[in-house]
């Protein structure tokens, strides 16, 4: 039986955490159940999902056990006609600029300056 196969437009239209696919090495993996497992967490997985992951993949130098993993998620093969296309990472998953309230500065800043004046000069 021949393998499905899926074009690149196809992959990248999984890429969220509910529905996340990768390519590694021209296959296809459905890796959404997957997300919770992975020893090296969620967020890689999102980051190389949707699109080609094998150097992500192979830079991490995974394990037999791992390359044994993915046999449970294939799902077919990369059409060989299709050509990659850029995959923007999901909105939900790019994280929160960690914003500080200014005033956290300023007021101590403020109650420093006025002991400064009272202690030295009054
Ligand atoms: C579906 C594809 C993947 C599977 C099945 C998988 C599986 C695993 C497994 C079983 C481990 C434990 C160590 C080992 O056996 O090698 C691991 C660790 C790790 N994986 Fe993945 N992985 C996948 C994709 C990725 C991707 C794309 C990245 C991107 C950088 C990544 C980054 C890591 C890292 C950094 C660790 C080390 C975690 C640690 O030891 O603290 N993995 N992965």
Redesign the pocket.
């Given at each position: 039986m021949s393998a499905k196969l899926y074009t690149y437009e196809e992959i990248a239209q999984h890429n969220s955490r509910e529905d996340l696919w990768?390519v590694?090495d021209g296959k296809v993996?459905d890796?959404t159940s997957?997300q919770d497992?992975?020893?090296?967490?969620e967020e890689?997985?999102l980051?190389?999902?949707a699109k080609d992951?094998t150097s992500?993949?192979e830079?991490?130098?995974?394990?037999?056990?791992?390359?044994d993993?993915?046999k449970?998620?294939y799902v077919g093969d990369v059409d060989p006609t299709s050509k990659p296309i850029k995959v923007e990472r999901p909105v939900e998953a790019i994280p929160e600029v960690p914003k500080g309230n200014p005033l956290r500065i300023l007021i101590p800043l403020v109650l420093f300056g006025a002991y400064v004046y009272y202690s030295y000069f009054l």
């Open positions: 990768m590694i993996y890796i997957f497992e992975h020893p090296g967490g890689v997985l980051d190389e999902g992951g992500a993949f830079d991490v130098g995974h394990s037999d056990d791992a390359r993993l993915l449970k998620y």
